[in-house]
């Protein structure tokens, strides 16, 4: 599972629009398959479906006014939602409480990597602690993933004003962690975080999981990158993953502490960096 290869869902893409769409939408749509290096097909009135089956591309961008969707030519969808941060925010604010915020021992004014951005969830978590002294970086290795997920972020109309504010504050790179850690400063950042794709799905996670994992970067945690993340943490690398699966047996030694719940089928482990 731990391979240090990287696993992008290439595929060939296609940019379109909207149907209806208006001269601007059409222009950024352009543009977009410039800087994605795609090709530009118009929309014409045709369908998703019959776009797909005529161009022969594997995955379809469709810019509309307040959003990006992916579509696959196997009919997986990703649109950006902001999962579970609604629900976590929610309860940390009421209870104190979030395993990966315990874990993380997050601070107003610190700075976060999150090098597996996915749906962004702890990002958003890490945003609202940190405040607007501090910074979240989210690293997502796939160029048209991270486009969407940085509109996404950039428009998503969360009805809670700080939880909103805190999502708009993320810094969406498109950037593989492997590369970004190994050029990033010593002790540049309080925590790392990684949430790799596990082996075998989450009960009840296979709906919100499927879509990230047809479009994503399946590749597993690459240990050289975890060393690497120790140089840069000021005060630990955090990795998610299933209770379970424990990790590589090259780190399972450096593990400090793991943070759970007594029924979670997940947990964070906490690593400190070198010289702690």
Same mark, same amino acid.
């Given at each position: 599972?731990?391979?240090?290869?990287?696993?992008?869902?290439? +595929?060939? =893409?296609?940019?379109?629009?909207?149907?209806n769409a208006t001269d601007e939408l059409i222009e950024e749509a352009t543009n977009l398959s410039i800087t994605l290096n795609a090709v530009?097909?118009?929309?014409?009135?045709?369908s998703l479906n019959s776009l797909v089956q005529e161009t022969q591309f594997d995955k379809v961008l469709v810019v509309q006014r307040d959003q990006y969707t992916l579509y696959g030519a196997? +009919?997986?969808?990703y649109q950006f939602h902001p999962n579970m941060a609604i629900v976590r925010a929610t309860n940390y604010t009421k209870t104190g409480r979030d395993y990966y915020l315990e874990a993380a021992e997050l601070k107003p004014g610190d700075t976060v990597i999150?090098?597996? =951005?996915? @749906?962004?969830?702890?990002?958003?978590?890490?945003?609202?602690?940190? +405040?607007?002294?501090?910074?979240?970086?989210? =690293?997502?290795?796939? #160029?048209? =993933?991270?486009?969407?997920?940085? $509109?996404?972020?950039?428009?998503?109309n969360m009805l809670q004003k700080h939880l909103r504010e805190a999502m708009r504050r993320v810094v969406v790179l498109n950037?593989?962690?492997?590369?970004?850690?190994? /050029?990033?400063?010593? $002790?540049?950042?309080?925590?790392?975080? @990684?949430? #790799? @794709? @596990? /082996?075998?799905?989450?009960? +009840?996670?296979?709906?919100t999981v499927g879509c990230l994992a047809a479009f994503g970067n399946r590749a597993s945690l690459d240990i050289r990158s975890v060393i690497e993340a120790r140089r840069v943490a000021r005060r630990a690398v955090i990795i998610k993953h299933p209770k379970w699966h424990p990790l590589p047996q090259e780190i399972r030694p450096d593990v400090k502490e793991e943070v759970a719940g007594r029924r979670s089928t997940i947990t964070f482990a906490v690593i400190p960096p070198y010289g702690l």
């Open positions: 599972m731990y391979s240090s290869a990287s696993n992008h869902n290439i +595929g060939r =893409l296609t940019i379109t629009t909207a149907v530009y097909c118009p929309r014409s009135g045709h196997d +009919g997986m969808e999150d090098c597996t =951005l996915g @749906f962004g969830c702890e990002a958003v978590l890490a945003a609202m602690v940190v +405040g607007v002294d501090g910074q979240v970086i989210g =690293l997502e290795s796939v #160029p048209e =993933l991270a486009i969407v997920t940085r $509109r996404g972020m950039g428009r998503y950037a593989d962690y492997r590369e970004y850690l190994r /050029k990033s400063r010593t $002790r540049s950042a309080d925590i790392v975080y @990684f949430d #790799p @794709f @596990f /082996k075998e799905t989450l009960e +009840g996670a296979g709906h």
